[in-house]
Nanobody
Framework: QVQLVESGGGLVQAGGSLSLSCTAS????????MGWFRQAPGQEREFVAA????????YSATSVKGRFTISRDDAKNTIYLQMNDLKPEDTAVYYC????????????????WGRGTQVTVAS
């Protein structure tokens, strides 16, 4: 059974930083893209960033480019999201995701989801 477990959310002031991590278990994640989506209250889930395995391609939403960095440790089946210069509009539940093959920005193409971790940015 595949499990994705996020950690690292919390409350931070605008302009601050947070780091999220997600560890996958239950199967090998070679050739799987892993990444992050987020969902703010009353809004749909939106793509944040994703990365292919073994130092491959990285994809990020325009809204987070230059502020968020996704990285991956394939030996640990773990991905990270370093979030800098956080803004109140980054407030959301952040979900870790995984899918076979290349990353996608489409919610429906990710079969594996974590339970989410809350990130709150105070103004």
């Amino acid at each position: 059974q595949v499990q994705l477990v996020e950690s690292g959310g919390g409350l931070v002031q605008a302009g601050g930083s947070l780091s999220l991590s997600c560890t996958a278990s239950g199967r090998p994640f070679d050739f799987y893209a892993m990444g992050w989506f987020r969902q703010a209250p009353g809004q749909e889930r939106e793509f944040v960033a994703a990365k292919t395995e073994n130092g491959g391609s990285t994809y990020s939403a325009t809204s987070v480019k230059g502020r968020f960095t996704i990285s991956r440790d394939d030996a640990k089946n773990t991905i990270y999201l370093q979030m800098n210069d956080l803004k109140p509009e980054d407030t959301a539940v952040y979900y870790c995701v995984a899918r076979p093959g290349n990353p996608s920005t489409a919610v429906t193409l990710y079969p594996y989801w974590g339970r989410g971790t809350q990130v709150t940015v105070a103004s």
